[in-house]
Antibody, heavy 121, light 108 residues
Framework: QLQLQESGPGLVKPSETLSLTCTVS??????????WGWIRQPPGKGLEWIGS???????YYNPSLKSRVTISVDTSKNQFSLKLSSVTAADTAVYYC?????????????WGQGTLVTVSS | EIVLTQSPGTLSLSPGERATLSCRAS???????LAWYQQKPGQAPRLLIF???SRATGIPDRFSGSGSGTDFTLTISRLEPEDFAVYYC?????????FGQGTKVEIK
């Protein structure tokens, strides 16, 4: 059974960089043609797609965040990561990692449990 | 960017009733790349429907999806107690991927 687990600091100061890692277990991050994504959800609000990555390093980003986002993959550790720079209170959210069903033109079927990141001094 | 508008915002129904949720796109969703997710408090979203009308693995047949172009519908034929949750539509045919704002199905 595929499992995804987010990890990283739960509190980040304004103007700093948010860094999260998603560890994949029960399957290889570099198998088949899977894409892997990050999605966030501010408290009490809806879902926002941040970006997605293929194991080869190909990335797609949401233009609204593109200037501040970097998603990378480490196949040796079966992990992929999110960095969001210059954070503000508006970046406070539950951050989820997830897997696209197969390729880029697919929805998200496996999700991590999510991790709350609060931006505050 | 494709904007997805879900209606109604809240649906108050009783167990056993039929629920009809709407998702309208600001422009045509290519190849019916439209999905529906269910989210319960404190949990991650769960994929219900993809390709506008195909049920994901393990999803009961009381859930059905329909529609094409700009108008899509999720129907729950008979609400079970575990179906009371928030439902989101998502388009994955163009970038950026976008979600609707959600419809809450609550117990009347």
């Amino acid at each position: 059974q595929l499992q995804l687990q987010e990890s990283g600091p739960g509190l980040v100061k304004p103007s700093e960089t948010l860094s999260l890692t998603c560890t994949v277990s029960g399957g290889s991050i570099s198998s088949s043609s899977y894409y892997w994504g990050w999605i966030r959800q501010p408290p009490g609000k809806g879902l926002e797609w941040i970006g997605s990555i293929y194991y080869s390093g190909t990335t797609y980003y949401n233009p609204s965040l593109k200037s501040r986002v970097t998603i990378s993959v480490d196949t040796s550790k079966n992990q992929f990561s999110l960095k969001l720079s210059s954070v503000t209170a508006a970046d406070t959210a539950v951050y989820y990692c997830a897997r696209h069903v197969t390729g880029w033109y697919d929805p998200l079927d496996y999700w991590g449990q999510g991790t709350l990141v609060t931006v505050s001094s | 960017e494709i904007v997805l508008t879900q209606s109604p915002g809240t649906l108050s129904l009783s167990p056993g009733e039929r629920a009809t949720l709407s998702c309208r796109a600001s422009q045509s969703v290519s190849s019916s790349y439209l999905a529906w997710y269910q989210q319960k408090p404190g949990q991650a979203p769960r994929l219900l429907i993809f390709g506008a009308s195909s049920r994901a693995t393990g999803i009961p047949d009381r859930f059905s999806g329909s529609g094409s172009g700009t108008d899509f519908t999720l129907t729950i034929s008979r609400l079970e107690p575990e179906d009371f949750a928030v439902y989101y539509c998502q388009q994955y045919g163009s970038s950026p991927r976008t979600f609707g704002q959600g419809t809450k199905v609550e117990i009347k």
